[in-house]
């Protein structure tokens, strides 16, 4: 009895598999030297003005202790309105360092680094559910995210770190179904910094029994051990350093429309009015926003549970009065965990709007060291910020139209 002949029709499914393991191979890899070269840079450069405060920061702690940093902003050129855990951080490696600036700026950095590998984790595990090849997609465009490589290797800061710890809150929340675990990681990433008490009302809304809601609340509320100290000493100077702080105003945003209408006469007055009352209140403007679409997304199902993280991020970017170039990074992983699609575009625009602000006033020798082109930005980098503003703004009304649409009929919608 004769064998029939391999057709092509019957090794097609062989060869297609064959060619997106590669291509999964091939993106992962890519991913992968963009991590990497992270690190490289990081080593090999110094920072912008952020490594200098810090290093300002860790040696005022180092003389007086964190309580009197708190107490004395007036004694440094930018005012220490971190955690305890963070000054704690800049005091090890300020010793660790003995001096030498560029070694200290990668010890700041190192915590940054690190949550880049979890994020990227984290990343392909979420969107690899869908198939190898949109995991690995989204791998190789978060590894090689110009704001990400920016920040995390250069900027000569923490802020990538909360945003990966943000990142972990969701993933235990959505994909372990542990609201305890969800809450330590958010403890960890108050820690880091106070921005991601931002992500308490999204996380809540994941939160679909009171046993969940009684789990989480009580691990993240352990975020307050390393504060007690000073709550208890210090609570007005805590509270003037990190909570009444508002950022630099920038040319970011809301702001910069407002900023550039009052070079026309005829509505200064007007617009100076506004200025100073969004400039002053604008913080309950994101507050009440991310509460709103919050409890939308406790109407919706679980599948929104990223979309709801980074929806909460981009209201903050988007309506925030106050902007620092670092705070780019904080919607950047979540956004690829929920729409990589959207990711890829924002953290492109905003990466060559870093890429114009940090290197107007470096000098290109390594250790790579320069300062922030504040006051004004560049021009090219304000164009590349409204639309970098511009992309997380239409993000959020095509994300809060899905919502809406989810949850008209939320109830006879499996909870997956």
Request: proline share 5%; glycine share 6%; hydrophobic share 50%.
């Amino acid at each position: 009895m004769q064998t029939a002949e391999p057709t092509f029709a019957s090794i097609r499914p062989y060869f297609e598999r064959r060619k997106s393991a590669v291509f999964v191979t091939v993106l992962l890899a890519a991913g992968a030297c963009g991590l990497l070269f992270r690190f490289w840079l990081a080593k090999n450069s110094i920072g912008c003005d952020d490594a200098d405060i810090w290093l300002e920061h860790a040696q005022l702690i180092a003389k007086k202790g964190i309580r009197y940093a708190y107490q004395h902003p007036e004694v440094e050129t930018l005012q220490f309105n971190h955690p305890p855990l963070m000054g704690y951080l800049s005091l090890w490696a300020v010793h660790a360092a003995a001096g030498d600036l560029q070694v200290f700026s990668w010890f700041m950095k190192a915590p940054g680094l690190l949550a880049e590998l979890l994020s990227a984790f984290l990343i392909w595990d979420v969107r690899s559910r869908r198939s190898p090849v949109a995991g690995a997609w989204a791998v190789a465009g978060f590894g090689l995210s110009l704001t990400q490589i920016e920040v995390s290797g250069y900027h000569c800061n923490t802020d990538c770190a909360y945003a990966g710890l943000s990142l972990l809150a969701f993933y235990l929340m959505r994909e372990k179904r542990s609201p305890a675990l969800s809450g330590l990681a958010l403890a960890g990433a108050l820690n880091v910094k106070i921005l991601p008490l931002l992500m308490v009302p999204p996380l809540l809304s994941q939160c679909r029994s009171f046993r969940e809601l009684r789990r989480f609340v009580l691990s993240s509320s352990l975020a307050v051990v390393p504060y007690l100290p000073f709550l208890l000493t210090i609570p007005k100077d805590l509270y003037r350093n990190m909570v009444a702080y508002n950022s630099q105003q920038l040319e970011w945003g809301i702001y910069a429309f407002l900023k550039y209408a009052k070079e026309h006469a005829l509505v200064s007055t007007h617009v100076n009015r506004v200025t100073m009352l969004f400039v002053s209140d604008g913080r309950y403007l994101i507050l009440s926003s991310i509460v709103a679409m919050s409890l939308l997304a406790f109407c919706c199902s679980r599948r929104f549970a990223y979309h709801a993280g980074a929806l909460a991020w981009a209201l903050f970017l988007v309506l925030t009065p106050g902007y620092g170039v670092q705070y780019a990074v904080c919607v950047v992983s979540l956004l690829f965990a929920a729409d990589p699609r959207s990711a890829m575009l924002y953290s492109t625009v905003a990466g060559a709007m870093l890429f114009f602000i940090y290197t107007g006033q470096t000098t290109f020798k390594l250790p790579l060291h320069g300062s922030v082109s504040y006051y004004p930005f560049p021009r090219i980098a304000v164009v590349f910020g409204v639309l970098g503003w511009a992309i997380l703004l239409h993000y959020v009304f095509v994300t809060t139209r899905r919502m809406l649409a989810d949850a008209r009929d939320w109830t006879s919608t499996p909870d997956d």
